[in-house]
């Protein structure tokens, strides 16, 4: 019964040691870019050894956004790039030893895009992966239009001339006036010129007007007068 056991243990040990090399052997690192190891996003945990460069790529679709961190032991040095699908270098990250490497890239196109993972100074050793995509943010915008309606004010500049009869023969004459309040002083005595004048003018325009009425009243009682004798 002892030895039972031992043979199956030993049979579950067996497939256990054959599960883990085919699975070591899936997620073995390319060499090149011919033979890159497809990533999904999560983490990954990989070995290297001195001299070696790894080759990986992840499937991006436009507008994705890619989160790239290795991490590794404080006394190794691990660097990064990002690669195009059509291999064209498209970040870096060169952190000293100690520090973890950081990518974060918006694709502008789908495609397999790589991931290279190289050594600094002999570094050997393991490093993990963490891979993170995230998709764009859609969003429904409501737009709103308003209409505004341009007035156009003309400003203009007003004067009002009131004038004012009272009992005796004297008349007063008021003048009011509405300046824009930027005008220099300078424009001051010219304005209470200009009143003025326009005070005297309907002053006499006034006094003209009241003589011509009297010469008409006396033309008119000449004429009566005339008519009058000749009738008689």
């Known amino acids: ?21 085919l699975g070591q052997e899936a997620r073995t690192p390319g060499t090149s870019y011919s033979t890159a190891l497809e990533l999904t996003p999560g983490e990954h945990s990989f070995s290297m050894d001195a001299g070696e460069t790894h080759f990986f790529y992840v499937r991006l679709e436009k507008e994705d956004t890619l989160y790239l961190t290795l991490r590794s032991a404080p006394q190794l040095d691990f660097d990064v790039a990002l690669v195009s699908p059509d291999r064209e270098a498209l970040e870096l990250s060169l952190r000293p030893a100690g520090f973890s490497e950081r990518i974060v890239y918006r694709a502008f196109s789908s495609g397999d895009y790589y991931i290279v993972v190289f050594p600094f100074g002999g570094s050997a050793g393991s490093y993990n992966l963490l891979i993170e995509v995230t998709k764009p943010r859609t969003a429904t915008v409501t737009a709103t239009r308003t209409l505004v309606a341009y007035v156009t004010v003309t400003e203009h500049e007003v004067r009002n001339v009131v004038v004012q009869a009272t009992k005796e023969v004297l008349r007063t004459v008021t003048v009011y006036s509405q300046q824009p309040t930027d005008q220099s002083q300078s424009l001051l005595g010219w304005s209470v010129l200009s009143l003025a004048l326009i005070a005297v003018a309907v002053i006499l325009r006034d006094g003209l007007m009241s003589s011509r009425r009297v010469e008409r009243k006396e033309e008119a009682g000449e004429k009566g007068g005339g008519e009058g004798g000749a009738q008689a």
């Open 1 to 21: 019964m002892r030895a039972l056991l031992i043979a199956v243990s030993a049979a579950i040990a067996t497939l256990l040691c054959i599960q883990a090399a």
